[in-house]
């Protein structure tokens, strides 16, 4: 039901930029109104959420590990898994952003033969790579649409991206890897029952979302004939604020710009937020060197304390009678009386 929904969505809003192209102003609103709307609450909201994060205090040091902490230097140390230095941070952070280390390491557990089994999962860790490594170059290539002159590399990366040289014009191996990484990622929620079981509308609907954006920018380029120079021309203009809407764009641009529009609004407000907060992540972007380093909490304010030799000192006499062994041992009567 949930992935229903979220489909339904989706196709709702290709709908809605098929009717709304054909009336009138409304390509004026599709064309330049919705990305400068959305743009404006992609970065409020983007730039809102890390600062909020940011300003939130970490007074102790939490990080996620599963190594050797620094110890004795007979002691092997897992600098990766249990970084000590800003160095060693670094280094699990790179490996964490660049190549999904922590993806990598995943493990299932099944049960065979009545007992339970443990074994490398390498598919998940597959899946999010080709598709945020293809997304990542898919938004280079589509610098082409946004610079004049286009920058150098954009050729470069096309031409690597394409050397297959498959149909005309030539398709890219992005292209699907785009669509293929995003249907893995889909299917597993679907048909794995644990992970369905946990998912919720919020895990489906940027799922969706991406398949519809790369779905219709893929038809954009191999089946409907698009205008390139049109498209351009207001996506400089859209770039310079001097927008002017073109005439004769087909209207599959409308819905793939509409979805594109959709995904930067209700990005902030996301779990794609993880492209931000895994910088900030107290369990990935802290050093665990507790037992070199004593952290005070700076939360910490004046307490009065109630010292043990204190309490002995009020229930000596009381402790001695019930047998309770004390360190300091109660002075004679007479010699009390004295002083």
């Not at 764009?249 to 793939?256: C, E, G």
Request: net charge positive; hydrophobic share 50%.
């Amino acid at each position: 039901m949930k992935a229903a929904v979220s489909l339904i969505v989706v196709l709702a809003l290709v709908v809605l930029a098929y009717l709304g192209t054909g009336l009138g102003q409304a390509g004026f609103i599709f064309g330049i109104v919705l990305p400068y709307l959305a743009l404006a609450v992609f970065l409020v909201g983007f730039v809102s959420r890390v600062l909020g994060w940011a300003r939130s205090p970490v007074p102790f040091r939490i990080p996620t590990t599963c190594g050797q902490q620094k110890s004795l230097r007979w002691i092997k140390h897992d600098r990766l898994e249990n970084p000590f230095t800003a160095w060693q941070v670094i280094g699990r952070m790179l490996l964490e952003v660049l190549f999904f280390r922590s993806l990598f390491r995943n493990t299932r557990m099944e049960m065979h033969q009545g007992k339970m089994t443990h074994g490398p999962s390498k598919w998940l860790w597959l899946g999010a790579i080709v598709f945020h490594y293809s997304m990542l170059v898919v938004l280079l290539r589509h610098l082409r649409l946004f610079t004049e002159p286009v920058p150098f590399f954009v050729g470069w990366i096309e031409a690597a991206d394409g050397f297959l040289q498959i149909g005309v014009p030539v398709l890219y191996l992005t292209s699907l890897g785009l669509l293929a990484g995003l249907g893995y990622l889909l299917l597993r929620r679907l048909f794995i029952a644990q992970v369905r079981y946990i998912s919720l509308l919020n895990d489906y609907f940027p799922l969706w979302l991406l398949l519809g954006i790369g779905s219709t920018g893929f038809l954009l380029r191999h089946f409907v004939k698009t205008d390139l120079v049109s498209i351009k021309s207001l996506t400089l203009g859209l770039i310079s604020f001097s927008p002017q809407l073109p005439e004769g764009v087909h209207w599959l641009f409308y819905a793939h710009l509409l979805l594109v529009c959709t995904l930067f609004a209700y990005f902030p407000f996301s779990k794609l937020m993880h492209l931000g907060g895994v910088f900030l992540s107290p369990t990935r972007n802290l050093a665990s060197n507790n037992r070199a380093v004593r952290h005070v909490n700076p939360w910490d304010y004046p307490v009065k304390v109630h010292t043990y030799e204190e309490y002995e000192d009020d229930f000596r006499d009381k402790m001695v009678a019930a047998g309770i062994p004390v360190e300091k041992q109660p002075q004679p009567a007479a010699a009390a009386e004295k002083e």
